[in-house]
T-cell receptor, first 119, second 111 residues
Framework: GAVVSQHPSRVICKSGTSVKIECRSLDFQATTMFWYRQFPKQSLMLMATSNEGSKATYEQGVEKDKFLINHASLTLSTLTVTSAHPEDSSFYIC???????????????FGDGTRLSIL | SQKIEQNSEALNIQEGKTATLTCNYTNYSPAYLQWYRQDPGRGPVFLLLIRENEKEKRKERLKVTFDTTLKQSLFHITASQPADSATYLCALDNAGNMLTFGGGTRLMVKP
């Protein structure tokens, strides 16, 4: 079945560091990918929609200069947390729709998440 | 405002029983609803999708119902097993191409 690979699985770094997280669709093309953030015992909060070849669409309240998204190919989207601070510590998860339409009315295939800890 | 509500209390059941999880929503008119399973420290895994014109959908031991009048979906696991212990999330399309997730319900199946 379709697989989404997310890397790294865990990052621990100092405050002020920029961290890049990669999300790859391994056996299918994804014109759209989604980035979520999840705090402990809470649900997934959509941060942004990553669109191949164009700018990402950010949800209200998400700083686009803080969370840089690049979707340079049909199989790779990256999220860069710039100048990370302790409040950015969270579980970040990406997903890609399983169908060819690129919309979310298809089952979503999720990566296994990145646990980001900023000291 | 729009809300998706799942029982935030953990559901504890005995192995072999049927687990029933609830997803209620307000101020949405979803065309479909999805259910996912999430294990600790992992990403969600897709289980079932049900469309607004479908009353019920089944997959092996899983059954989902969708009542657009009550604005509610029920998720059933029959003959539950300890391996079914996880957090279960419902998700709705949000008048566009994005999913909005409920808070999830943690299911614990005891042997």
């Amino acid at each position: 079945g379709a697989v989404v690979s997310q890397h790294p699985s865990r990052v621990i770094c100092k405050s002020g560091t920029s961290v890049k997280i990669e999300c790859r669709s391994l056996d299918f093309q994804a014109t759209t990918m989604f980035w979520y953030r999840q705090f402990p015992k809470q649900s997934l909060m959509l941060m942004a929609t990553s669109n191949e070849g164009s700018k990402a669409t950010y949800e209200q309240g998400v700083e686009k200069d803080k969370f840089l998204i690049n979707h340079a190919s049909l199989t790779l989207s990256t999220l860069t947390v710039t100048s990370a601070h302790p409040e950015d510590s969270s579980f970040y998860i990406c997903s890609a729709p399983g169908g060819s339409t690129g919309s979310s009315n298809q089952p979503q295939h999720f990566g296994d998440g990145t646990r980001l800890s900023i000291l | 405002s729009q809300k998706i509500e799942q029982n935030s209390e953990a559901l504890n059941i005995q192995e072999g029983k049927t687990a029933t999880l609830t997803c209620n929503y307000t101020n949405y008119s979803p065309a479909y609803l999805q259910w996912y399973r999430q294990d600790p420290g992992r990403g969600p895994v897709f289980l079932l999708l049900i469309r607004e014109n479908e009353k019920e959908k089944r997959k092996e031991r899983l059954k989902v119902t969708f009542d657009t009048t009550l604005k509610q979906s029920l998720f059933h696991i029959t003959a539950s097993q300890p391996a079914d212990s996880a957090t279960y999330l419902c998700a709705l399309d949000n008048a566009g191409n994005m999913l909005t997730f409920g808070g999830g319900t943690r299911l614990m199946v005891k042997p």
